[in-house]
């Protein structure tokens, strides 16, 4: 009996004994901290890729997870004054200080980054980052409207809210902004003619979309088109239309400038939409007015001026860019991108020289009494000016009177400002004593282009081609042969012993016919 209770006794004491260390061990076992703890980012695309793109973190604060999987935070020191006074739990609450949080980031270096991605790949895993809130900025390229920076937390809970989630995946914006270009010589219906002349109006339309606004309460939407010195604005031709079909747009939706450059000549024009335009009014996104991706079109005109004559083979042309606010969240307009046009519309015109000869060389002041005239294929005198006051140098004209053109001192003329085509050149009348050209010199000008841009030009007539286009005509007068002249006395002797030769003449035939009748 004895020995039973004896033994009870110790299986009492080993039962307690290994309560205890099971207690031991449960304490010791227990969930640590896990400020140890590493999770990751990945950045997905929602459209396209992320090739350009750079991801810049910084950690704002330090997050440590608790036994009972509670998170506590510190903020670094890097940001203690963007967040004073803030409570690290709300994530509402650090969110709102976003702003400040990025002028805090400036200047110092990233605890993570990207670098700028080579490759067009669709996500971006960023590896080994300690626990933490994260301030990613983002860099996009140009012509994209990106997500704004943002905060991120690591680990975040998951949506179920049933653990912790230590790999975060977050999805961006990266809509690609573009803008079109193209222009065509009024009344053309091709749209392949590239060549114009003075005079000859342009027209140009751009076109682009109703940006997607979301994230914005306010948005930087900024045309802004600049023209070679040759092409004059027409500002009332000006319209915006939107949609399809196309309705015009109120020219109080937006502002319209224009300035021309004195120095180089060059015009800027600026299509700035009202900031508001295409945001939903107290909130953010589009308006029902104005749905994102909805066709945006700018159609307006120029007048090629004398100016362009001196282009040669660069021609006339403008360069169209769109400027737009590519981050969300951004104080005021936020910050903005841009884009340019790819299309570069270029247009050119041609100039006709006129290198007069005689042979042999006539008086020095024999050269004022040769003029010709010039028209087109449906042989209609080309409207021409004189380019100055003096003969010899003109310019197509529309509103032009002159037909004669004549040579300067040194036998020479120009014309400038043609379009490309068929001319013809006729000489009307030359020095006393030389032949007139029989007939009008054929002039065939047509321009090669490589991709749009005018790489070199021929003509049916000999030519020298220069950087200006300019073709060169040599026009040659021989002396001819002329009568002797008399005067009016000298021709009335001339004309009555010829007529006195034809009466010999006739005597002698009747004489010799009478003979033969008689023999």
Do not use: W
Request: proline share 3%.
């Amino acid at each position: 009996m004895r020995k039973r209770n004896a033994v009870k006794r110790i299986a009492a004491v080993l039962a307690s004994a290994c309560l205890i260390v099971s207690m031991l061990a449960t304490t010791v076992m227990a969930k640590p901290a896990e400020s140890a703890k590493t999770g990751s980012l990945t950045v997905t695309a929602s459209s396209g890729n992320l090739k350009d793109y750079t991801f810049d973190l910084y950690k704002v604060a330090d997050i440590t997870v608790g036994t009972d999987g509670i998170m506590s935070y510190a903020a670094t020191t890097d940001f203690a004054t963007a967040l004073a006074g803030k409570e690290l739990t709300d994530q509402t609450a650090v969110e709102n200080t976003l702003q400040d949080l990025v002028t805090a980031a400036e200047g110092k270096t990233a605890t993570k980054t990207t670098g700028k991605i080579a490759s067009e790949v669709t996500f971006q895993k960023i590896d080994e980052l300690s626990l933490g809130y994260y301030l990613v900025k983002v860099s996009a390229p140009n012509g994209v409207s990106a997500t704004g920076d943002f905060l991120v937390s690591i680990p975040s809970t998951k949506a179920d809210g049933t653990d912790l989630n230590y790999d975060v995946n977050v999805k961006v914006k990266t809509s690609t902004v573009t803008i079109g270009k193209e222009g065509k010589v009024h009344g053309d219906t091709t749209g392949d003619e590239k060549t114009v002349k003075v005079g000859d109006v342009i027209d140009y339309t751009l076109t682009m979309k109703v940006p997607d606004t979301t994230g914005f309460s306010k948005y930087v939407y900024k045309v802004t088109d600049t023209m070679d010195k040759g092409l004059a604005f027409n500002q009332t031709s000006l319209k915006v239309y939107v949609g399809d079909p196309e309705t015009a747009m109120a020219t109080s939706d937006y502002d319209l400038s224009d300035q021309t450059d004195p120095t180089t000549g060059k015009t800027t024009i600026v299509v700035n939409f009202k900031e508001n335009l295409f945001v939903k009014t107290g909130g953010t996104g589009n308006p029902d007015a104005y749905p994102a991706g909805t066709t945006l079109k700018i159609t307006y005109s120029a007048t090629v001026t004398k100016d362009a004559i001196t282009t040669g083979k660069d021609g006339v042309s403008n360069t169209a860019k769109l400027e737009f606010s590519n981050k969300p969240g951004s104080a005021g307009t936020g910050t903005t991108g841009e884009t340019p046009a790819p299309e570069k519309p270029t247009f050119y015109t041609f100039n006709l020289k006129v290198d007069k000869q005689f042979n042999p060389e006539p008086a020095a002041d024999a050269y004022k009494k040769v003029t010709f005239t010039l028209k087109d294929a449906n042989n209609t005198a080309v409207k021409l000016a004189k380019a100055g006051s003096d003969d010899g140098t003109y310019i197509a004209d529309e509103s032009g009177t002159v037909t004669d053109l004549k040579l300067n001192p040194e036998k020479k003329l120009t014309v400038s400002g043609l379009a490309a085509g068929t001319y013809y050149l006729d000489e009307t009348s030359t020095v006393s004593g030389y032949n007139l050209l029989k007939n009008a010199i054929k002039i065939v000008i047509t321009p090669k282009y490589t991709e749009g841009k005018l790489d070199g030009y021929e003509t049916t007539t000999t030519y020298v081609p220069d950087e200006t286009n300019t073709a060169t005509v040599e026009v040659l007068n021989k002396k001819g042969f002329t009568l002797p002249s008399t005067g009016g006395q000298g021709m009335v002797a001339l004309v009555a012993a010829g007529i006195c030769l034809m009466a010999a003449m006739a005597a002698l035939m009747v004489s010799y016919m009478r003979k033969r009748r008689n023999a």
